[in-house]
Each structure stands twice: as C-alpha cells, then as structure tokens.
C-alpha cells in the first residue's frame, strides 16, 4: 500500500526545517506529490523522485525562499503545509490565500490564531498572507477549537522554531498527523502525546535530516475495501493498516463484508448484496469524511435505506447530485444524507467534483448497468496510482479515455 497522500505532502514541507537531505520511503505515484516537489524547488530546494521505487530526495539548502505562489497553491490546497515549517525555520512566510473548493470553504482561523498566539504578526494583501515573527516565535498553551487536521499540523510544526514549551489541546489524532510527529522526533524535537490530542513540543532544538517510510494510505485502502464490499468482490490489500481503519472496516462489516486480516495486510470479501449502513463523519477516530462518498455509493445499492450525515465538509455532498444520474434514490437535507438502495444503478455520463467523490462515481459505475463515463478524473490522479489500472488489475472492466465530451454528454 502505497504512502499516504495527506501525509507525504506534510512530511516533504516538515522536511524544509533542517538544512541537508530528507529521503522519504513509501512515496505515492500521485500529481499532488509533483505539484508539492515543484514547490519545494521554488522554495530552493533540489528534489529527486524514484517513483518507481516510491523514494523521495529533498535536499535543503541553507538559504530558502519564503513564498508560495499563487499558480501553485490553487492547484494544491495542501502547499499551506509550508506555512508552520517556514515559520519555523526563517519567521517568515508568504503564502497565496487557498480559497475554498469543491468540498468547503475551508477556514484558516485554527492556524493564524495559534500562530499570533506565538508571536507572529499576520497579514493579508493582494491574495497573500504574510506572517512575520521578527522577534522569533515563543512556545504557547492552546487548545484548539476543533481538532483541524491542518491547524494541528502547521502549529506542531512551527512550535519546533518556537522558544521554549509549547502544549496543544484539542489536537486532530489522524495517523497522518501521527506519522508527521513521528518523523520530527526522529529529527530531534522533543514532542510527546504522538497519536493523542495533547501534543507537547520543545522548540529550538538542533535538528538533523532523516529517512522516513510514510504511513499506508488509509483512504486508499479504504477504497479498495469499498470496491470489494460493493461488487461481491474479494480484494486482499496488502501493506494496509486495518487498525487505522476500525471504523470504516467495522461498517463494511455490517453491511456485510468479510474482512480478515492477514499477515501483510487485509482480505475483503463482498456480499451478494449489502445491507444499507449508517455512518456520521468525523474526526479520527471517527468514520473519515475522505470516504463519505463511498458508503454513501454502496448505500446507493444496498438493501434498505440508511443516513450519512457530514460534520467536515459543508459542501461535500455535491457529489450526490452525480450519484442521482446514475440512478440513485439518494435525498439531501443540510448535512444529512437519506439514502434508500435501488437494485441496480444505470450508466451515464458524471462530473467528479473532487478526489473521493470521483473514485466514488468510478465505484459506483462499476455497479451499474451500461457504460458510465466519469468526467473530470484528473481529481483521481492527486491521490490515486493508476486507479483505473488497479480496477482492471482486480478484473473491473474500466478504461481511461480521453474525450471530447460533447461525445459523451451528447
Ligand atoms: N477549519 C476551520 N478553520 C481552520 C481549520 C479548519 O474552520 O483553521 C474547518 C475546515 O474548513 C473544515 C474542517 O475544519 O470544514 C476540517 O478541516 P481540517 O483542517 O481538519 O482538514 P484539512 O487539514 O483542510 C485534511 C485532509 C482532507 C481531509 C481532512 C479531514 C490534507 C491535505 N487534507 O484537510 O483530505 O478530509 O483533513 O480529515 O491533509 C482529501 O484527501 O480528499 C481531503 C480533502
């Protein structure tokens, strides 16, 4: 199982924190890891990727630049990872605005307080934040007002450059958020509660470049499993993590599917049919939003009806909407979903929206009746290794096309 996309895109920002190079293993095959490698060459840094064995050189120099542009950042929402490392090491950063997406208006406030609350004065001009710490940054006790996976992250990181004790409450518990703490201890920072939602981090410490194997991608996994829960398939996943997955595995489970672990990874096993599944998104450990749009697609032909409610994302039921063409009995009221299953879905063209609610329709087509052609599948390719490849590798009959969509759409 390849590395984790929401953590390799931390782990290579963390890496600009120490002069010298960082080699990370278990690097995925995914856009969203070019888009952050070019960067990190803009910050300065000379960056080599082996995808073929999934390694990744980052060599630091000892002066980098402190700006991330525009033309990269609404590409990759992610580049605001730089924000803590940068603070960090120079107390400086300018970063272009994110803007929101697809799936929210995706708020900052969580980051900037903590970083004003250390010391940095922020500001905002022509599309660009700009925090400057010219006294340098001083460790803090905050809680967060929600556990934000991002927040966490650029705090943690930036309480590295910090002086003194800083204690975060509230902190997000997702194992990418893990992984990254795990890499910086490995680095030298003092920082205990890895894995909990209280974090202690000791800034100011000298620091030297490591070699790290990036946590399995549990949304990936993730992904599998639903294909094979939803088909009657079997899938065994190598490399996988189940324990990063309870939840999600104990639902799979409800709805039906065998689910063994073996001793490299997983084994699915699909039912005839599933039954319809419950499940309220939220924080880890709780059922992750990243694969909301897949159980809501296996609900979509399951026996019964069940109801999704989402707690992240305001927007992420957009996707429903798609989900509908393909036949599906599915009802939107605010965060809730009802869904009540149909037997078969039917073909059609749909719009992918974003990374997970793309494979969803990809998953979704494979359960339909006739040709469904998923637009837009360049959201896929930010998270998924020849997605479409791995389906046909299990025995789906799915095939990238490039086309003129008035050919599709008619
Ligand atoms: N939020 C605020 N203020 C903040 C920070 C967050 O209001 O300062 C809100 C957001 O607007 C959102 C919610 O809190 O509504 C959760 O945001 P969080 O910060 O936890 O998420 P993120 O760091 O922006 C990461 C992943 C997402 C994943 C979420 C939740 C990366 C690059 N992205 O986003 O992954 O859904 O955590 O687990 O790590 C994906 O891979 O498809 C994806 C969207």
């Not at 005839?272 to 697609?297: K, N």
């Not at 359960?367 to 046909?392: K, N, Q, S, W």
Request: glycine share 10%; charged share 20%.
């Amino acid at each position: 199982m390849p590395g984790a996309k929401n953590s390799v895109l931390k782990l290579m920002a963390a890496a600009l924190m120490v002069p010298g190079t960082t080699i990370l293993r278990n690097v995925p095959d995914i856009a969203d890891v070019a888009i952050m490698s070019e960067l990190l060459r803009r910050l300065g840094c000379e960056v080599v990727l082996d995808l073929a064995d999934g390694v990744l050189l980052i060599t630091v120099p000892g002066q980098l630049e402190h700006r991330a542009d525009y033309d990269l950042v609404r590409r990759l929402r992610a580049s605001i990872a730089v924000l803590g490392p940068l603070m960090a090491r120079l107390g400086e950063a300018d970063i272009a605005v994110p803007g929101g997406d697809a799936i929210g208006s995706r708020g900052l406030d969580i980051h900037l307080r903590g970083l004003e609350l250390m010391g940095a004065v922020v500001t905002s001009a022509g599309g660009y934040l700009h925090a400057a710490a010219p006294a340098g940054l001083r460790g803090i006790d905050y809680e967060l007002d929600f556990p934000s996976v991002g927040a966490t992250e650029t705090l943690v990181t930036a309480a590295v450059g910090a002086r003194g004790l800083t204690r975060l409450e509230n902190c997000a518990r997702e194992p990418e958020v893990a992984d990254l703490c795990t890499m910086l201890a490995a680095m030298g920072v003092p920082i205990t509660g890895i894995g909990t939602d209280t974090l202690t981090i000791e800034g100011d410490h000298a620091l030297a470049p490591v070699e790290h194997v990036v946590v399995p991608d549990r949304i990936v996994t993730g992904t599998w499993a639903f294909a094979a829960a939803m088909t009657g398939g079997e899938v065994i996943i190598d490399g996988a993590r189940p324990e990063l997955l309870s939840l999600p595995c104990a639902t799979l489970c409800e709805a039906g599917a065998h689910i063994e672990t073996t001793p490299t990874g997983m084994r699915v096993r699909g039912p005839a049919r599933p039954r319809a599944v419950d499940a309220v998104t939220l924080p880890f450990p709780g059922f992750p939003t990243d694969l909301q749009p897949h159980i809501i697609a296996l609900d979509a032909i399951a026996e019964g009806s069940a109801l999704v409610t989402e707690n992240l994302f305001e927007a992420r039921f957009r996707f429903v909407a798609e989900l509908a063409r393909l036949g599906a009995n599915v009802k939107v009221d605010g965060h809730h979903c009802l869904i009540t299953g149909v037997p078969r879905l039917s073909g059609a063209p749909v719009e992918g929206t974003d990374i997970r609610a793309a494979a969803a329709l990809v998953l979704a087509g494979l359960v339909a009746d006739g040709v469904t052609h998923v637009l837009h599948v360049h959201h896929i390719d930010r998270g998924y290794a020849d997605f479409a490849g791995a389906l046909r590798g299990l025995g789906a009959d799915v095939e990238r096309v490039t086309v003129d969509i008035a050919d599709v759409v008619g």
